[in-house]
């Protein structure tokens, strides 16, 4: 290796391509947080030291001033890139003019035994370059913009350690060997790399003491040891159909978004990308939806992975009783329920798309879908084997003794719509589902329960929305009670088990979605305003919706030739967007989106009988 040469710029390859496409990016963590890493090798969004904490690597909402880490080789170069086997240890190589390098991304997993014998901070991202062919030259820029971009730290030199940013209470520790100059609140070289050399970046973070610096000597050893969790807990899938591959990356992303302290499952691990380039519709997602969780806990029971799904479980009896018997839309990993929304106005949005929001005030809102998609989370942890203690069989019945009186208001709907609440027609099938599930685990598990209600509630729901919410004009249920749009939502009505899916009423919903929101695999979920084309991209969830439907409606061909087109929209390492425009492809909104991996193994694992 060849000392550094300080860089005329602070400026990567990269930054002369502007913001890159959301599906170029590949995600690295955890279980606490995440990082987004790019084809150009740049660490361009992390929160330390959990999800929903301020971001300190920031420069995928403000590519000017936002904080990343790259390693780039500086001068033209092609990009290929892969997970290192099941597990999310990003490998991407760059082939230059005169070599080839190879860099691996992680964020090692150490036990709390291990941390606390090796006295390891509490987050660390480990980047390993090597040269594998001829010399190349790498451009090597760290720039920190803590709180959110609000703080430049202050980096100090440490004599064969590496570099200290210290915050006061938290504390930044660069462990590397290649000699970086401090150059504008940023660590910045141009290394040079022959054959067979290798460097290491080991960032750390630590909010308590000891603040003790990786070893960079060890990084081997790192990644050995994350290599051997992730193949050891890949390994509990039971999925032995089709694309288990896929099947696996899908359920290594729910792993990567869920919070292992407490069990909870975030949205994603981003905020602010938006549904539409230039437009307000910019939401945070790092939080835990009960909806999206008690999904991913149903799917996480299916493939053989309870100590997820059963974690998820207790995080959500503890979570819930700070607001029962109403439930709240969201909570943050920890169960706290004050999520107020605020603009972070110094960050300029991705591609200018403003404002960038963090907290959420979609929490407050009331959605009554919410309890059918965590009764039937319920039930999936009770036919996997699991017992209620006396406290969750009283909280199920509280539950459904909820829904039975509330189910007649109007709410909020699953897509958020805010403004005020309407009688949605899947709000009210999901009532149906969660009073079905609370009669079924009242019977299973010997639950004392007065059900009579449920069951006059149940029925009356079912005579309301086929005479009302299904509309002979349309020939398909519709969005709201005796209205005439068209909502995808309506796909999970024969998989949840309120109608049959060969039901003509059904079957003609399905022909009608595919008609009036389909664009080949892609699904939009409703047309927005009278007579106005689609203003923000499909969503990818409602493809894997569609083939779900068509499954359970005896069309098994068709599905198993949706979703393997809809798998297509996936990017290059097996990562699904909120959106896609079916224009160009491009992907929108937060990324990667909890929901469409669930619906994705959803779908999966109803086409392979599991």
């Known amino acids: 290796m060849e000392l550094a040469t300080r860089p005329s710029a602070l400026s990567d390859s990269a930054l002369l391509c502007g913001y890159p496409p959301i599906q170029d990016y590949a995600l690295i963590g955890d279980c606490r947080t995440a990082a987004l890493v790019s084809r150009h090798g740049s660490i361009d969004w992390l929160c330390l030291p959990k ?24 001068g033209p170069f092609t990009t290929q890139r892969w997970y290192q086997g099941e597990s999310p240890i990003l490998v991407t190589e760059f082939h230059a003019e005169r070599g080839r390098v190879r860099l691996t991304d992680l964020m090692p997993v150490v036990s709390e035994e291990d941390r606390a014998a090796r006295l390891w901070p509490a987050r660390h991202v480990l980047r390993r370059v090597e040269c594998l062919d001829g010399v190349v030259d790498l451009d090597v820029t760290l720039k920190l913009r803590p709180d959110d971009g609000r703080v430049t730290p202050r980096f100090e030199a440490r004599r064969h350690v590496g570099y200290c940013a210290d915050l006061g209470s938290r504390v930044f520790l660069v462990a590397t060997e290649m000699p970086l100059f401090l150059q504008n609140g940023a660590l910045a070289g141009r290394l040079r790399l022959s054959k067979g050399e290798r460097l290491v970046l080991w960032l750390a973070y630590a909010e308590e003491a000891p603040s003790v610096y990786p070893c960079p000597a060890l990084a081997d050893v790192a990644i050995d040891d994350t290599l051997r969790y992730w193949t050891g807990w890949a390994r509990q899938c039971r999925y032995a159909g089709p694309q288990r591959e896929r099947v696996v990356r899908s359920a290594m992303t729910l792993k990567l978004l869920s919070y292992a302290p407490s069990g909870a499952i975030v949205a ?10 230039g437009g307000g519709l910019n939401w945070d997602y790092r939080y835990c939806w009960l909806r999206d969780a008690s999904m991913s806990a149903r799917v996480f029971f299916r493939l053989g992975f309870h100590a997820e799904a059963a974690a998820f479980m207790q995080w959500l009896t503890h979570a819930t009783t700070l ?11 920890h169960g706290e329920t004050s999520l107020p929304e605020s603009t972070v106005d110094r960050l300029d949005g991705y591609r200018r798309s403003r404002p960038v929001r963090t907290g959420n005030a979609a929490s407050s809102q009331f959605q009554l879908d919410v309890y059918g998609e965590l009764l039937d ?15 969750t069989q009283r909280w199920i019945v509280r539950m459904a003794d909820l829904v039975a009186e509330q189910w007649t208001q109007p709410d909020h709907g699953i897509w958020e719509v805010r403004g005020e609440r309407r ?12 009073l079905d599930r609370a009669e079924q685990l009242v019977r299973r598990m010997g639950i004392r329960a ?7 509630a149940r029925e009356a729901i079912s005579r309301v929305v086929l005479k009302t919410g299904y509309s002979t004009t349309r020939r398909s249920f519709v969005q709201v009670l005796g209205g005439s749009r ?3 939502a309506a796909l999970t009505f024969s998989p949840g088990g309120f109608i049959d899916g060969k039901d003509p009423r059904m079957t003609s919903t399905i022909a ?6 389909a664009k080949g695999p892609l699904v939009y979920r409703y047309i927005m305003g009278k007579d106005a084309g689609p203003q923000e991209g499909a969503f990818l969830p409602c493809s894997f919706w569609m083939a779900e439907a068509l499954a359970t409606a005896g069309r098994r061909d068709d599905a198993l030739a949706l979703i393997d087109q809809a798998e297509e929209t996936a990017n290059d390492v097996g990562l699904y967007a909120e959106e896609r425009r079916p224009d160009d492809g491009a992907a929108m909104g937060n990324y990667p989106l909890a929901l469409t991996h669930v619906a994705h193994l959803s779908a999966r694992l109803r086409l392979a009988g599991c």
């Open 323 to 333: 607001t029962y018997p109403r439930l709240q839309v969201m909570y943050d990993v």
């Open 423 to 434: 009688h949605y027609v899947h709000s009210k099938v999901w009532c149906w589902i969660a």
């Open 268 to 277: 994603a691990p981003t905020t602010s990308l938006p549904e539409r380039v």
């Open 486 to 488: 068209l909502d995808a």
């Open 377 to 391: 989370g319920v039930a999936a942890y009770v036919d996997a084997g699991h017992r209620l203690d006396r406290g």
């Open 512 to 517: 009608a979605v595919q008609r009036i929101l």
């Open 51 to 74: 999800f929903d904490s301020p971001s300190c690597f920031n420069r995928l909402l403000d590519w000017e001033r936002g904080g990343y880490c790259s390693l780039t080789p500086a």
């Open 450 to 456: 007065s059900t009579g209600a449920w069951a006059q």
